[in-house]
């Protein structure tokens, strides 16, 4: 007998007796004559069917869930991009003033997109004021001068708006028109502590040192009187805005 015979199951593999036609047993020893027997057929079958499998996988897109790239922050573009509406616009403009966290660089970006509003507006003498208290605020003398130049064109006693741009000509060493400017509002408003104390500065950086000590005795006389504002400043017109 051979080792083939004993595989295909012709004798018993443990006692060695003959298989009989159908039988599933051994009739000495009954071992079971059943097997598991792979065949050539079956092992091609079995490979084909993981060949399969590796092919699909391979060209299946991946079904994991990959990380999203990471999500660009710039801290620098405009939340609130400008609107062709005024109002909404200059609305959106004064509500980033308000914020109390402005850096430097914010309140410069803001300038700018309200000088636009004032370029496209130039008789809105609102924004014209918000503009060049802005500009005041920033230390842009230069800028501060002009855009209250084309405010007091438009609302030339405003006695408040005139004493801020007296004070940037003064800064800007135009001692002559800061005078001029601070005494039209000595014009309308004699007791205004402020004009008197800034006259006395600007007096004194004239080299005019005896008007400069003139202005200074008024401005502590009103000062001692509580009088840091004229009593007739109320009375200034309520600009339109």
């Not at 015979?5 to 000495?28: L, N």
């Not at 007296?166 to 800061?178: G, Q, S």
Request: hydrophobic share 35%; with cysteine; aromatic share 10%.
């Amino acid at each position: 007998m051979t080792e083939g015979d004993f595989m295909e199951k012709k004798f018993c593999s443990q006692c060695g007796t003959e298989r009989k036609k159908g039988q599933q047993q051994c009739a000495k020893c009954g071992k079971s004559f059943s097997v598991f027997k792979v065949t050539k057929t079956w092992f091609h079958i079995l490979l084909g069917l993981l060949a399969i499998y590796l092919i699909y996988h391979a060209i299946q897109p991946s079904t994991e869930k990959s990380s999203p790239p990471p999500v660009s922050t710039n801290m620098t573009r405009d939340i609130n991009p400008p609107s062709d509406d005024p109002r909404v616009e200059l609305d959106t403009i004064m509500k980033m003033m308000s914020d109390p966290g402005n850096s430097h660089e914010q309140s410069d970006k803001i300038a700018r997109r309200l000088s636009a509003f004032t370029a496209r507006h130039p008789s809105h003498g609102y924004s014209l004021r918000l503009l060049g208290n802005l500009y005041f605020d920033l230390n842009h003398i230069p800028d501060a001068i002009t855009t209250y130049e084309k405010y007091l064109d438009l609302y030339p006693e405003d006695a408040n708006v005139r004493v801020d741009y007296a004070t940037m000509l003064l800064y800007n060493n135009e001692t002559d028109r800061a005078i001029l400017n601070y005494k039209k509002v000595l014009d309308q408003f004699p007791f205004f502590l402020n004009v008197h104390h800034n006259l006395s500065i600007a007096y004194q950086q004239a080299g005019d040192l005896e008007n400069a000590d003139a202005f200074k005795k008024t401005a502590e006389a009103l000062k001692q009187n509580n009088s840091s504002v004229d009593p007739k400043i109320m009375d200034l017109p309520k600009y339109p805005r």
